[in-house]
């Protein structure tokens, strides 16, 4: 057979072979990415004879003034350097088309990550999108914004490396006659939002392993979500893998219904994702160990008395009974919490065993030098607060301070004041600490706690739970710092369930042991307060319904629990204040003390001031086991009826 016969095979015609695409000196490959705003084209360089992705808008500038203002404002995002954002190789044009080209080496797209791995550990998602956020965030701080987010922006590197490409890319469309030098673009913080709520629906997407509301362009799935649209964006339970509660509510709180609640700031967002992914990946990592750094600069609290300061380092100290001492420094928080970590520390180190959670006891280990060096070791009130964040944990203290008064009058007969006085502060530490060291973030967790404005379709809003407030803004809660200072001090396992606040969600069951009938206990008291600060036509429905819950476990009844939160209508059986005892107090509750103003109405100043003056009369108190043991001293034989001490 000839090589010319009909039935060997010819070469197809050149008419038939598919035409090569070209963009000017670019052949075009793959189209990775498109959305309504831009395109990511895979090309073939062939001056360089090298692979590069060309990222270019969606519709070309109208006008040469147009295009000019597009090259200046991408060039000037071109400068902008940080390790999560893509190296520009190269901004130019192609007749009216304009691009931004860069090396294809700097890896993969999410879009063709996800293809091999659909679904990512949540680990990994959280660590792809704080690298995404770092980057983004440089950028906005730099007067940048993206406007156009997208999975087939982000690239991610063998080593899990992630840059952003596209920056300044989907700029804004003018008319034709516009003057760009007087135009105003888009103001940069409505589009920053903007690039900040797409990133959340990137994480929504890394979580579940699908699309958002099945949109693969994520301006048009925010263009669904409301206030836009009508569709909510949530994590549902059905995912891949299991996702932490922190996890979670950082996800959800990225794409919530009502724009206020979403981050703001990609620098925000970042910091709580970062804050999981941290604490997750190492036990004392992310904000806690931020916290662990900020107390040795600034210390744990500051005192919140001057003059208690001054007394302490006069000779009058010595002439003090130990009971007396310990009365006196019960009126400063930062004091008697410095006294704990002090005397707990040095008994660990003695290897001793048991917690010393009592005053009287720490100032007879320490002695008048240990109780002086404690004094001079915090920082002097507002310590570096302003005067705003100042007042507002002078608010906390006072609060705390309430539900510690609360607590000593409930208390079950037999168990020590101080001890319980104690245990109630220890229960708010973690807030103590926000406050003092975050107070930015203790502010944006009190926001996501307030309820929205009611409207047609949710005539009754609710806010986040603090819980869930703290997960979106920390990322861990914030019971965790008060537990990782608690562990941090040796204050021993004993205590730091006692530190655990019952949820308001969960029914209470009765004690079995000393500890958990304290931990109630306390637990009521700051349930108690919490119902003071909610809405007058709310609040007697709140304490009716705490005393309720926790009338079986403690044997309380509301007439108790009413009597505690007014002292005034309970029959006077204790002893009288001593008169000199309640106004040395009285004279050391300076100006950031807890009584410049009363809580509750029917409880003056003064009374608050005697309660916390003379917790109870010093003299032969009845100790229960729990008081022996967190005392470090032997028990003393239990007596046979239980009595007030």
Known sequence: ????????????????????????????????????????????????????????????????????????MAQAGARVQHPNLAHVVEVSRVEMWPYIAYDRALGETLDERLQKQNAPTPLDAADWVCQLLEGLAFAHEAGHAHRDIQCAHVLINAANQVRLVGLEVAQEVFPASADFNTVTRRAVRESSEEDVLCVGLILHRLLTGRAVLEQTDLQAAVQQMQPLGRELVRLSWETPHPIAEPLRAIANRATDRQARQRYHLARSFHRALDGWRTAAAYEQGGPIALLMDKMQRAGHLPSSSTKLARIAQSSALEAQHASELSTLVLQDMALSLELLRRVNNALKQQGGSGTVLNLQRAIAMLGLNGLQQATRAIKPWPGPLGEVQAELLKSLMRRVHRAGVIARTLRPAGYDAEVVYLICLLQNLGRLLL??????????????????????????????????????????????????????????????????????????????????????????????????????????????????????????????????????????????ALPDRAAAAAELMDEPSFSSEPLMSGQSAAQMTSDLAMPESPAAPIPSPLRARLGAQPPSPKPTTRGTP
């Open 1 to 72: 057979m000839s090589a010319s016969s009909p039935s060997s095979p010819a070469p197809a015609p050149a008419a038939s072979a598919a035409p090569m695409r070209r963009f000017g000196r670019f052949e075009l490959r793959a189209l990775l990415g498109k959305s309504a705003r831009s395109m990511l084209w895979l090309v073939f360089d062939s001056r360089h004879g090298q692979e590069m992705l060309l990222s270019m808008p969606r519709e070309k500038p109208n006008s040469e003034e147009a295009l000019a203002h597009w090259l200046k």
């Open 435 to 576: 406050q003092y060291h975050f107070p930015d973030d203790a502010q944006q967790v009190r926001q996501l706690m307030q309820p929205a404005e009611p409207t047609e379709d949710n005539p009754n809003p609710v806010g986040m739970s603090e819980q869930a407030a703290a997960y979106a803004v920390l990322g861990c809660d914030v019971e965790a710092f008060g537990l990782a200072v608690a562990r941090h001090w040796s204050l021993g396992e004993e205590v730091m369930h006692m530190m655990h606040r019952q949820s308001p969600d969960a029914p209470v069951r009765a004690g079995d042991s000393d500890a958990e009938l304290l931990r109630l206990t306390c637990s009521l008291a700051n349930e108690l307060v919490d119902a003071q600060l909610l809405p007058e036509h709310k609040r007697q429905q709140a304490v009716e319904l705490a005393a309720r819950r926790y009338s079986r476990a403690l044997g309380l009844g509301l007439r108790d629990v009413m009597h505690a939160l007014h002292p005034e209508l309970a029959s006077r059986d204790s002893e009288p």
